[in-house]
């Protein structure tokens, strides 16, 4: 069945890294994505990573993902108070005609 | 790029009445799918069009709801006889490979 789970809530400090996991249930996923949720608004594709990919570098964000434990995580490096929203673990099984979330993870970066 | 367009971004309504919300996919986008989120939940997947064909309902989409994509180009939602379990965040999504951008959302309230 498809099912993925978040933790609610992580809190940091402004300049450290947040590790935000997420693991997920079905082993034919295509792809994974990280989406960003402000308050009120829409979700922004932060990233994602085809399935036969180990890991993923883009800027400040980093991804990887275990296959074997059905395991992924999102690092953002020197994370700013502008980083804190909920983020969204998401994977797609039939190619990417729909995604399956999370409930998100809460960041909270305090200065 | 304009982005995922949706309106209206709020929409307030009596128990019973019918609402028709309207999403723009970015131009070249033929994928385009409706996804519900509810507080403190991750979006769950509604429907998915490709061009003007709906290929995929979820069970979620009950006989109250129907959309459309008459020209492949915009969509439209509408809910039939409002309950007040159908208050929630309303997102439209495009995508013309495996990424997937979402609009902000309309927030539907039924009284």
């Known amino acids: 069945g498809e099912d993925v789970e978040q933790s609610l809530f992580l809190s940091v400090r402004e300049g450290d890294s947040s590790v935000i996991n997420c693991t997920y249930t079905?082993?034919?996923?295509?792809?994974l994505y990280w989406y960003k949720q402000e308050p009120g608004a829409g979700l922004q594709l932060l990233t994602y990573?085809?399935?036969?990919?180990d890991m993923k570098q883009d800027q400040r964000l980093t991804v990887l993902l275990n296959k074997k434990d059905k395991h992924l995580s999102l690092r953002i490096a020197d994370t700013q108070t502008g980083d804190s929203a909920i983020y969204f673990c998401?994977?797609?099984?039939?190619?990417?005609?729909?995604?399956?979330f999370g409930k998100g993870t809460m960041l909270l970066v305090s200065p | 790029d304009t982005g995922v367009s949706q309106n209206p971004r709020h929409k307030i309504t009596k128990r019973g009445q019918n609402v028709t919300f309207r999403c723009d996919p970015i131009s070249e986008h033929n994928r385009l799918y409706w996804y519900r989120q509810t507080l403190g939940q991750g979006p769950e997947f509604l429907t998915y069009?490709?061009?003007?064909?709906?290929?995929?309902k979820s069970r979620l989409l009950s006989d109250r709801f129907s959309a459309e994509r008459p020209k492949g180009s915009f969509s439209t939602l509408e809910i039939q006889r409002t309950e007040q379990g159908d208050s929630a965040m309303y997102l439209c999504?495009?995508?013309?490979?495996?990424?997937?951008?979402f609009g902000s959302g309309t927030q539907l309230s039924v009284l």
């Open positions: 990573i085809f399935s036969n990919m």
């Open positions: 999504a495009s995508s013309g490979t495996e990424k997937l951008f």
């Open positions: 069009f490709q061009n003007e064909a709906q290929l995929e």
């Open positions: 998401a994977e797609s099984i039939r190619g990417y005609s729909t995604l399956t």
């Open positions: 079905d082993s034919s996923s295509t792809y």
